[in-house]
């Protein structure tokens, strides 16, 4: 059944939840009037489905923009040159399955010390068929471990960098597990297309518990899948969810996204072990960028 949230802003808001892991499709507003309190009314719908889809908007680069700005600093993408007017602003576009398609699972830019907060896309022209996204709820990841399992993963870090971009000399580390800074829930923070190795592991080690956290995290039960039409906006919590675009169909897609500047991501707690760096062998190839990262971050020889 279709509900409206519980508050005077958005009270005629048609709320529609999309499946029993995430997503909402929300109907009653026009984006281009929002203003700071339906800013609020939307953060709250996305700290309990956290993905939203509002179709029949249509905004133009101009208000796009400024919807975005109701959330927080939006920032140009760091490993992208899209020679783009508006720097916080770009649009990309694929025909027939080839192109600007994001289809392997990912959070947006974790090979970066500050990943993206949020992102607001607009699908401008969509296929007749195909195309569509999917999500997946970290939360959900992280809670259907079992209890080894999670005490394992909030002991480690991970290392990811923009080899997917052309860029595999930017590097970050991040918790495996991090605490959500405003819900305080705890969330699993590994994905296929940006994180390449736990920092506190031999590479053997890391490649079997990464292939198993990433396919896990990505099981249909975690999962919404979303159809597009000409004129929805999307907008997902980058901190708690993956998200990964399926690259079947002809025709074109474009779309044109702004995201909203990155936070920290916090873990549960420090490490709890120290980085794995095996003495030098032939098996040290594995280890090179981790240890190019400690020293440049930590000055060490």
Not at 10 to 34: C, H, S
Not at 90 to 101: D, M, T
């Amino acid at each position: 059944m279709a509900s409206a949230i519980d508050s005077n802003v958005g009270k005629d808001w048609d709320v529609r939840r999309l499946t029993g892991a995430l997503g909402a499709e929300v109907r009653g507003l026009d984006l281009e009037k929002a203003g700071p309190a339906e800013a609020d009314a939307i953060r709250d719908l996305m700290a309990e489905h956290l993905v939203l889809f509002f179709p029949e908007q249509h905004l133009t680069p101009d208000t796009h923009i400024a919807f975005g700005r109701l959330f927080g600093k939006l920032e140009a993408h760091p490993n992208l040159s899209l020679d783009a007017e508006r720097p916080e602003f770009f649009e990309l576009r694929a025909e027939g399955g080839s192109g600007a398609i994001a289809d392997e699972w990912h959070s947006d830019l974790t090979c970066e010390e500050h990943p993206s907060v949020m992102a607001i896309l607009h699908m401008v022209k969509c296929p007749p068929y195909g195309g569509d996204t999917m999500w997946a709820n970290m939360y959900k990841a992280y809670e259907g471990l079992s209890a080894p399992m999670k005490e394992l993963c909030e002991g480690l870090t991970a290392l990811h960098d923009a080899h997917a971009h052309g860029k595999p000399e930017n590097v970050a580390v991040h918790p495996v597990v991090r605490v959500h800074p405003v819900t305080g829930r705890k969330s699993l923070f590994v994905n296929e297309h940006f994180t390449r190795r736990i920092v506190e592991m031999g590479h053997r080690e890391s490649e079997a518990l990464l292939g198993f956290l990433t396919k896990w995290a990505t099981q249909p039960d975690f999962t919404v899948r979303y159809h597009w039409t000409e004129g929805t906006i999307a907008m997902w919590d980058n901190r708690c969810t993956q998200h990964c675009v399926l690259s079947d169909f002809d025709g074109e897609r474009v779309i044109q996204r702004v995201t909203v500047m990155g936070d920290e991501p916090e873990g549960v707690a420090p490490p709890r072990w120290a980085p794995h760096l095996k003495p030098f062998s032939a098996a040290s190839r594995h280890d090179r960028q981790l240890k190019g990262y400690i020293d440049a971050r930590f000055g060490n020889d």
